[in-house]
């Protein structure tokens, strides 16, 4: 199952309304995440400028990956020399 984020809110619903139906409460998830109850409590809260490492962490932790989509890597590779 995918779910579009468009902006921290909703990746910190998302990351609530996972938890709970996981039946985890916020330290619990802290724990399994190897992360501070205060990070998942201002994630779901939606802060907007919290540490990729850690929210991937949590998503792992949640059993969830982060997926970008509708980018092309590979763009401009050869022309420029970049590799």
């Known amino acids: ?7 921290s809110l909703d990746l910190g619903r998302l990351v609530r309304e996972t938890r709970k139906r ?3 409460t ?3 998830l ?3 995440a190897n992360v501070g109850v205060r990070f998942i409590v ?3 809260a939606g802060k907007s400028t919290l540490r990729l490492e850690n929210i991937l962490r ?3 932790a949640l ?3 982060l997926s970008v989509e509708g980018m092309d890597p590979f763009i401009g590779n050869k ?3 970049v590799r």
């Open 26 to 28: 916020q330290p619990q």
């Open 42 to 44: 201002e994630l779901e």
């Open 79 to 81: 022309q420029d020399g």
């Open 22 to 24: 996981l039946k985890l």
């Open 58 to 60: 949590v998503l792992q």
């Open 63 to 65: 059993g969830g990956v």
């Open 30 to 32: 802290a724990l399994a």
């Open 1 to 7: 199952m995918s779910t579009q984020i468009q902006n």
